[in-house]
């Protein structure tokens, strides 16, 4: 009986750089591996010349991402990836145009997220989505979310810009105690409006990480997962 070869993931990555190693290294944490064999195999464009996503959607005027996010997508393709992702939620805004430049699955981490939220905690009505402006203004997560009967919650006008300065601040790699204290600070605001959960819907908030009192699920961490169950034949798309 021959067993069916893994497939290769191909990531378009780069929004940011640092993110977009975080998830390579959750793939790595997720796989039983016992040698390098064992592990998956990714193709990585790494790409920080991505124009702009917070340009695009929140300051107007700034150079379309998605037919640069399509090349990349058709390249990853041609060099031989079997399935792709984004690794950056907000990007996900031009998930159209990468699904529709090639003819291999791509996954939509946003979906996926609010899928593994459902699964493990049915009992969340009220989700806070710890994400960049661009995202709350884009309803990226509110129709999955009203799949599954969850109100997507925000954090509010004053604590979203603190936000957004903390994404910046991650990008430029800050990650230190000050960042992660106005991140806290930002997690409190949207328990104090019902939120029973949080979802990390930025990868840069996932490399800070942390403990915030509060159920939580990473949406760089289910990504991860996502692509070595997809790697291995365990899920299907």
Not at 103 to 108: D, E, Q, Y
């Amino acid at each position: 009986m021959t067993t069916a070869p893994e497939k290769i993931a191909g990531i378009l990555g780069g929004m940011g750089p640092e993110a977009t190693v975080d998830l390579m290294r959750r793939i790595i944490a997720h796989t039983d591996a016992r040698d390098d064999i064992d592990h998956v195999r990714c193709i990585v464009d790494n790409n920080p010349k991505v124009p702009s996503r917070i340009k695009a959607l929140l300051e107007g005027g700034g150079e379309d991402p998605g037919p640069c996010m399509a090349d990349m997508a058709r390249k990853l393709e041609a060099w031989g990836a079997d399935f792709l992702c984004i690794a950056c939620n907000t990007a996900h805004n031009y998930y159209p145009s990468v699904r529709n430049a090639v003819r291999i699955p791509v996954l939509h981490m946003v979906e996926l997220t609010v899928q593994a939220v459902a699964r493990q905690r049915p009992d969340v009505k009220k989700l806070g989505i710890m994400a960049s402006p661009a995202v709350r203004l884009t309803h990226l997560y509110e129709e999955p979310c009203r799949r599954f009967g969850i109100q997507a919650v925000y954090a509010s006008p004053m604590q979203e810009q603190r936000l957004l300065g903390v994404i910046k601040d991650i990008k430029a790699g800050h990650t230190g105690d000050s960042v992660r204290a106005a991140f806290g600070e930002i997690v409190s605001d949207v328990k104090e409006q019902g939120a029973q959960g949080i979802a990390i819907a930025c990868t840069e908030l996932g490399i800070i990480g942390g403990d915030y009192g509060i159920f939580s699920v990473d949406a760089a961490d289910v990504l991860a997962r996502t692509i070595v169950e997809m790697a291995k034949g365990t899920t299907a798309l």
